[in-house]
Nanobody, 123 residues
Framework: VQLQASGGGLVQAGGSLRLSCAAS????????MGWFRQGPGKEREFVAA????????YIADSVKGRFTISSDSAKNTVYLQMNSLKPEDTAVYYC?????????????????WGQGTQVTVSS
């Protein structure tokens, strides 16, 4: 399984970015894709997750109302749409995949991780 995250960049506060995570290596009709982020000097933080089979989603409170997660099964790709970005959203964003929805917010349950994409929000 390979995950390729892309779409990061430098944006001003209030701006938007859309991250993509392309998955390859097997058919992703089941399981979960999650997004995490890690800011400088901080622990890895859950952002959002989506279940492939029914597109059930879960969004962290810290980004709820600003970020949305979606998937395109035909392309094996998951997207993270980030609006109204704030300087505190600055981090490396990682996508990861796991088989179960249980404890979806915990990084330890994810078996495969992408390489990360940098998001920098200037004030």
């Amino acid at each position: 399984v390979q995950l390729q995250a892309s779409g990061g960049g430098l944006v001003q506060a209030g701006g938007s970015l859309r991250l993509s995570c392309a998955a390859s290596g097997r058919t992703f009709s089941s399981g979960v894709m999650g997004w995490f982020r890690q800011g400088p000097g901080k622990e890895r933080e859950f952002v959002a997750a989506i279940r492939w089979s029914d597109r059930l989603t879960y969004i962290a409170d810290s980004v709820k109302g600003r970020f949305t997660i979606s998937s395109d099964s035909a392309k094996n790709t998951v997207y993270l749409q980030m609006n109204s970005l704030k300087p505190e959203d600055t981090a490396v964003y990682y996508c990861a995949t796991r088989s179960s929805w249980v404890t979806v917010t915990r990084p330890s349950g994810y078996g495969y991780w992408g390489q990360g994409t940098q998001v920098t929000v200037s004030s």
